[in-house]
């Protein structure tokens, strides 16, 4: 399988050298050079596969040859060895049509962990095999950072470097990265927003002299390999839930779009995926701009869901791609004009192909908050601030109530324990593996939002 830029202007890679190089040159985001598809029988034909079959099933076809079958099938055996629950991602039941898929069972306790435990045993793999080491640069809004720097900690071929914005994560999710005192790990708080970081990353990425010297990689979801991962668990979703026969809905809390994004994915090969719902929290970009046709980055407003506080959604170029028929050239306009007039508008053609299979909510703090309270009410579950946001998207779409909704649960409650308990009096209690977070030394620098300061940082640790 080769991997083509959305902006045509990048060479076609193989599935390694585009996990090896996150972004592309021209700045666009790898794709597959076509889905392949799974007939309905032989999507049948996986139910009761353990979770680690189905996802080698799965993936095998769009890794290709470029690593051997066996050599992918121990990787993905060794990521999942770490799960706390044996389904892996396992669904539970909310009311007759309604359902949670858990995705937070991993070492850092959020979706994430789900793709980068892969991810990292990937680079591992093709590095050592080079004989090469990388530095990996990441921008985290709290949770990814935590899941890169557990992939990757420890291991001789790569440093990571994670630029989280400086008390905009919760200190779970700070310590979860900052605990971490492996000599290959370097955490960097950046007094600005998000955004800034992933600009900041993006910036280092773009520089080419530096991207080189440096010998950077990316661990964020711009890179393919973060998303393949995830779209395992919508197979593993619908073939619990009607043997992959059956239609059903999605409903996907969303910052980066990647991981709704791996949901198309998923229909594109083959997987009866219903309708997707997008679901924002007060940083609306994607429900702005399915309602209005008008992709238009606004201010950054921190929320109780902070991993989907973004203006800028990077995975969206994915799926615009393929909204514009996959014609790179009016990618690459499209994007152009954004630093210029701050925005774009979707082709007519393009807006009618998302609206199609999408669908957008935006649910605000106070309905965030009265979420988690009703679910607890209701089910005497916890859940986290973000899957809240999707709960809540879920029950204002008027679906069709004979298709299943699959809400995607994508932290512990315990990572954000503030907002569960003001929601619901109830203070969420971390997992046993993390019982002694609060009494670990820490170790982080703090950095201005700031190009030379932060390339001055990475050059000095890399020397
Ligand atoms: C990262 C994250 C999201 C958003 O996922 P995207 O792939 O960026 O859309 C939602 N919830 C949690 C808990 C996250 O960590």
Same mark, same amino acid.
């Given at each position: 399988?080769?991997?083509?830029?959305?902006?045509?202007?990048?060479?076609?890679?193989?599935?390694?050298?585009?996990?090896?190089?996150?972004?592309?040159?021209?700045?666009?985001?790898?794709?597959?050079?076509?889905?392949?598809?799974?007939?309905?029988?032989?999507?049948?034909?996986?139910?009761?596969?353990?979770?680690? *079959?189905?996802?080698?099933?799965?993936?095998?076809?769009?890794?290709?040859?470029?690593?051997?079958?066996?050599?992918?099938?121990?990787?993905?055996?060794?990521?999942?060895?770490?799960?706390?629950?044996?389904?892996?991602?396992?669904?539970?039941? $909310?009311?007759?049509?309604?359902?949670? =898929?858990?995705?937070?069972?991993?070492?850092?306790?959020?979706?994430?962990?789900?793709? =980068?435990?892969?991810?990292?045993?990937?680079?591992?793999?093709?590095?050592?095999?080079?004989?090469?080491?990388?530095?990996?640069?990441?921008?985290?809004?709290?949770?990814?950072?935590?899941?890169?720097?557990?992939?990757?900690?420890?291991?001789?071929?790569?440093?990571?470097?994670?630029?989280?914005?400086?008390?905009?994560?919760?200190?779970?999710?700070?310590?979860?990265?900052?605990?971490?005192?492996?000599?290959?790990?370097?955490?960097?708080?950046?007094?600005?927003?998000?955004?800034?970081?992933? !600009?900041?990353?993006?910036?280092?990425?773009?520089?080419?002299?530096?991207?080189?010297?440096?010998?950077?990689?990316?661990?964020?979801?711009?890179?393919?390999?973060?998303?393949?991962?995830?779209?395992?668990?919508?197979?593993?979703?619908?073939? *619990?839930?009607?043997?992959?026969?059956?239609?059903?809905?999605?409903?996907?809390?969303?910052?980066?779009?990647?991981? @709704? +994004?791996?949901?198309?994915?998923?229909?594109?090969?083959?997987?009866?995926?219903?309708?997707?719902? @997008?679901?924002?929290?007060?940083?609306?970009?994607?429900?702005?701009?399915? /309602?209005?046709?008008?992709?238009?980055?606004?201010?950054?407003?921190?929320?109780? *869901?902070? *991993?989907?506080?973004?203006?800028?959604?990077?995975?969206?170029?994915?799926?615009?791609?393929?909204?514009?028929?996959?014609?790179?050239?009016?990618?690459?306009?499209?994007?152009?004009?954004?630093?210029?007039?701050?925005?774009?508008?979707?082709?007519?053609?393009?807006?009618?192909?998302?609206?199609?299979?999408?669908?957008?909510?935006?649910?605000?703090?106070? /309905?965030?908050?009265?979420?988690?309270?009703?679910? +607890?009410?209701?089910?005497?579950?916890?859940?986290?601030?973000?899957?809240?946001?999707?709960?809540?998207?879920?029950?204002?779409?008027?679906?069709?109530?004979?298709?299943?909704?699959?809400? =995607? !649960?994508?932290?512990?409650?315990?990572?954000?324990?503030?907002? @569960?308990?003001?929601?619901?009096?109830?203070?969420?209690?971390?997992?046993?593996?993390?019982?002694?977070?609060?009494? $670990?030394?820490?170790?982080?620098?703090?950095?201005?939002?700031?190009?030379?300061?932060?390339?001055?940082?990475?050059?000095?640790?890399?020397?």
């Amino acid at each position: 399988m080769k991997y083509v830029s959305t902006r045509g202007r990048a060479r076609p890679l193989d599935f390694t050298d585009a996990l090896l190089a996150g972004l592309a040159e021209d700045g666009g985001l790898y794709v597959p050079h076509h889905w392949p598809r799974l007939s309905a029988h032989e999507i049948q034909s996986m139910a009761g596969l353990s979770y680690a *079959s189905l996802a080698h099933r799965v993936m095998h076809p769009l890794v290709g040859d470029s690593i051997a079958s066996g050599v992918l099938k121990k990787l993905i055996d060794e990521s999942y060895a770490g799960f706390d629950h044996a389904a892996i991602t396992p669904l539970v039941q $909310l009311d007759h049509s309604h359902w949670l =898929l858990e995705l937070f069972h991993g070492p850092t306790l959020a979706f994430k962990d789900v793709a =980068l435990q892969l991810v990292g045993r990937l680079f591992d793999t093709v590095l050592s095999q080079r004989s090469e080491t990388v530095n990996i640069l990441v921008a985290t809004s709290g949770d990814t950072g935590s899941a890169a720097i557990h992939a990757i900690r420890g291991r001789d071929t790569a440093n990571i470097f994670v630029l989280h914005p400086r008390g905009r994560t919760s200190e779970i999710q700070r310590r979860q990265m900052t605990t971490v005192l492996d000599s290959n790990v370097h955490n960097i708080a950046i007094e600005g927003t998000f955004d800034d970081c992933q !600009a900041l990353v993006k910036a280092m990425f773009n520089h080419a002299p530096f991207r080189s010297r440096a010998r950077l990689s990316g661990m964020n979801s711009i890179n393919w390999a973060r998303v393949m991962p995830q779209i395992v668990y919508y197979f593993h979703a619908a073939l *619990s839930l009607g043997g992959g026969a059956r239609p059903l809905d999605f409903c996907v809390p969303t910052g980066n779009f990647g991981d @709704v +994004y791996a949901g198309y994915a998923a229909r594109r090969m083959g997987l009866p995926v219903h309708r997707l719902l @997008v679901a924002t929290n007060e940083n609306d970009i994607l429900a702005r701009t399915l /309602a209005t046709g008008k992709y238009t980055p606004g201010a950054v407003h921190p929320t109780i *869901s902070p *991993s989907m506080d973004i203006q800028v959604s990077s995975n969206f170029e994915r799926l615009l791609y393929e909204a514009c028929s996959r014609d790179a050239a009016q990618v690459q306009a499209l994007m152009d004009s954004l630093p210029q007039s701050g925005e774009f508008m979707l082709p007519p053609a393009a807006h009618d192909y998302i609206s199609g299979m999408f669908s957008a909510y935006r649910v605000d703090e106070a /309905a965030t908050l009265g979420e988690i309270a009703r679910t +607890y009410k209701e089910t005497a579950m916890l859940i986290d601030p973000h899957t809240a946001v999707g709960r809540a998207a879920a029950r204002r779409h008027a679906g069709d109530p004979a298709i299943p909704m699959v809400c =995607l !649960a994508t932290a512990h409650p315990a990572k954000f324990p503030d907002a @569960v308990e003001k929601a619901t009096g109830v203070r969420p209690q971390l997992p046993p593996r993390y019982a002694d977070l609060r009494q $670990l030394p820490e170790r982080y620098a703090t950095l201005a939002n700031d190009l030379s300061q932060v390339q001055a940082f990475i050059e000095a640790k890399i020397q």
